[in-house]
């Protein structure tokens, strides 16, 4: 049986390490992908989740990565193989679902990019657990249980740690970052839709810089 490889593992670990906050990007319009993503990068992020939600998705991941070597980019909302197939290709470093199948976690071991796959029950925890994945999403974070759930978690999984996302702002971002099993979180509040809408791509680094800022 495959299982998660050091390699995979390390990856995971330091896309983790590298940013406390995980922007969840959606792409509209494929000209907003390298400046969005930039203006991200100067308020202080270097983890990029881009996802596959547009048709644009696996075009501005190979922009982003292109124009942003110092920058993790990552794959989301990736839901079935397939889709895996052509993040990989496009160049992404990582790739998260919101979701675990057995097709996709067996995938994920034979590719490029790691994945962080996504749980919210402690079955789902146990699918993945079984093939040596420890780091996990947590989604939808907010509604799953929120804080008090990955506290549970950590009680039989005490090597397992999470990236919450779903719901999660800027005001609660701190309720998780508090937790022993919680090194990332994740969210779109990063990239306001309205704002990405005008381009006020000053305004993105502002959000990124201040949210870093309420964290530490
Ligand atoms: O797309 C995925 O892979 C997901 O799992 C869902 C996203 O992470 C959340 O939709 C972001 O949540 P919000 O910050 O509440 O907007």
Redesign the pocket.
Known sequence: MNLVSDFHRDRIRSVLAASRLMP?ITIKHLDDAVPLCQALFDGGIRVMEI?L?TEHGVEAIKQVREALPDAWVGA??VTCVDQYRKAETAGAQFV???GVTKALLDFALTSEAPLLP?VSTASELLLGYGLGYREF?F??AEVAGGPRALKAFGGPFPDAVFCP????RRETAKDYLALGNVLTV????LTPEDVVARKDWAQVTEIARASLSDIS
């Open positions: 969840v996802t939600r989301g909302t998260v679902t919101p996504g999403k989604f939808p996302t779903g719901g999660v994740g969210g779109s509040w």
